[in-house]
T-cell receptor
Framework: KQEVTQIPAALSVPEGENLVLNCSFT??????LQWFRQDPGKGLTSLLL?????REQTSGRLNASLDKSSGRSTLYIAASQPGDSATYLC???????????FGEGTQLTVNP | NAGVMQNPRHLVRRRGQEARLRCSPM?????VYWYRQLPEEGLKFMVY????????ESGMPKERFSAEFPKEGPSILRIQQVVRGDSAAYFC????????????????FGPGTRLTVL
C-alpha cells in the first residue's frame, strides 16, 4: 500500500527566505508526482507535475525534483512571500491505477 | 474554459437525510475522481469514474455511499442517511482522455463541497 509522508508538518519563515518542502513515498512504482497548494477553505491548485521519467520541473519561483528510486521529492520555493502562505500537498499517481495518494501536507507561513 | 465545477459549495444536512454532491468536469474531460478530506486529515481517494462506468470504487465506504457519472450531466456523489462522521470536504477532480495532449493523467480539482451534518 502506497504511503506518502511530508516533512515538516508546519513551517514558519521570514519573508525572502528560500525553503524546501520534503515528500517521501514508499512504493516507487509511480506514474507521476504532483505538488498542490491549498488555501484555507479552498480547493487545490496544481503547482507542478513531474512525470516518472523526469528529474525536475520549474515554474517561476518553484522548483520540484523527483528521485523515484529513493522515493523522494522536494519542492523548493525561492524568495518566499507572504502570499505563499498555504498548505502544500504532495501526491503520487501509481502505475497500477488512477488514484492519487496524498501526503498530510506542510502548512507554510511566510511572515512579512 | 471553465474549471471543474462543484455544487453546492456548502451543504448542511441533519442526521438521516440524504446528501447529493454534483461535479461538472472540465470541458473535454471524461474521467472524474472523488476525494474526501476529513477534518485535520489528508485527502483520501474514494472513486474513479468514466462516462457511465465506475472504474475503481475501492475507496468508497461499503454502505450509504454511491457515485455515478451519466452520459449526460454532472457526476453525482450520493450519501444516504448521513451521520456526523460524514462531515468533510468532498473534492472532485477531472482529467482528459489518455489520447489527448499535455501531461498525462494530470488531475484538475474543483473547489470542493463542504458537508456539515448536524
Amino acid at each position: 500500500k502506497q504511503e506518502v509522508t511530508q516533512i515538516p508538518a508546519a513551517l514558519s519563515v521570514p519573508e525572502g527566505e528560500n525553503l524546501v518542502l520534503n515528500c517521501s513515498f514508499t512504493d516507487s512504482a509511480i506514474y507521476n508526482l504532483q505538488w498542490f497548494r491549498q488555501d484555507p477553505g479552498k480547493g487545490l491548485t496544481s503547482l507542478l507535475l513531474i512525470q516518472s521519467s523526469q528529474r525536475e520541473q520549474t515554474s517561476g519561483r518553484l522548483n520540484a525534483s523527483l528521485d523515484k528510486s529513493s522515493g523522494r521529492s522536494t519542492l523548493y520555493i525561492a524568495a518566499s512571500q507572504p502570499g505563499d502562505s498555504a498548505t502544500y500537498l504532495c501526491a503520487v499517481l501509481e502505475t497500477s491505477g488512477s488514484r492519487l495518494t496524498f501526503g498530510e501536507g506542510t502548512q507554510l507561513t511566510v511572515n512579512p | 474554459n471553465a474549471g471543474v465545477m462543484q455544487n453546492p459549495r456548502h451543504l448542511v444536512r441533519r442526521r438521516g437525510q440524504e446528501a447529493r454532491l454534483r461535479c461538472s468536469p472540465m470541458k473535454g474531460h471524461s474521467h472524474v475522481y472523488w476525494y474526501r478530506q476529513l477534518p485535520e486529515e489528508g485527502l483520501k481517494f474514494m472513486v474513479y469514474l468514466q462516462k457511465e462506468n465506475i472504474i475503481d470504487e475501492s475507496g468508497m465506504p461499503k454502505e450509504r455511499f454511491s457515485a455515478e457519472f451519466p452520459k449526460e450531466g454532472p457526476s453525482i456523489l450520493r450519501i444516504q442517511q448521513v451521520v456526523r462522521g460524514d462531515s468533510a470536504a468532498y473534492f472532485c477532480a477531472s482529467s482528459p482522455p489518455k489520447t489527448s495532449g499535455g501531461p498525462r493523467n494530470e488531475q484538475f480539482f474543483g473547489p470542493g463541497t463542504r458537508l456539515t451534518v448536524l
